[in-house]
């Protein structure tokens, strides 16, 4: 089987993240596509900060959920360092690849999920 490799594809690395943080793949297999589909620099940076918060969310349920420890103001605040971080020119692509994960992640703590009340 030919596999389909993208150079920087963030929307497709966006949507794999996604899939996997809302349960529609494992996370084994979420991780072994994104490692076998998206080469380069910047994904490869991408899927290592993918791959450190998912093994932190398996070890912690709690890091889907707003708490006392958190709230949406927080959650902006930090959507907004992690994009400023992923854009800097003087960050190296791996570098900005990571911070664009943490982004992603965060946007979508701060976004309603309907399978769970408690993420947000």
């Known amino acids: 089987m030919i596999l389909e490799r993208f150079p920087r594809n963030p929307r497709k690395l966006k949507q794999l993240f996604h899939q996997i943080l ?10 072994e596509r994104a490692k076998q589909r998206f080469v380069g620099p910047w994904n490869k940076g991408y899927v290592t900060g993918m791959r450190g ?15 006392k420890w958190s709230s949406m103001e927080d959650l902006l605040f930090f959507s907004k360092r992690f994009r400023d971080l992923a854009r800097d020119r003087m960050m190296g692509d791996s570098d900005r690849g990571y911070f664009a994960s943490w ?9 309603p999920h309907s399978s ?3 993420k947000v």
């Not at 982004?103 to 976004?111: E, G």
């Open 22 to 31: 809302s349960n529609e793949i494992t996370m084994k297999s979420g991780l």
């Open 53 to 67: 918060i998912l093994r932190k969310q398996k070890d912690r349920a709690e890091t889907l959920k707003l708490g």
């Open 103 to 111: 982004a992603d992640y965060v946007d979508f703590l701060s976004q």
């Open 116 to 118: 769970d009340e408690e």
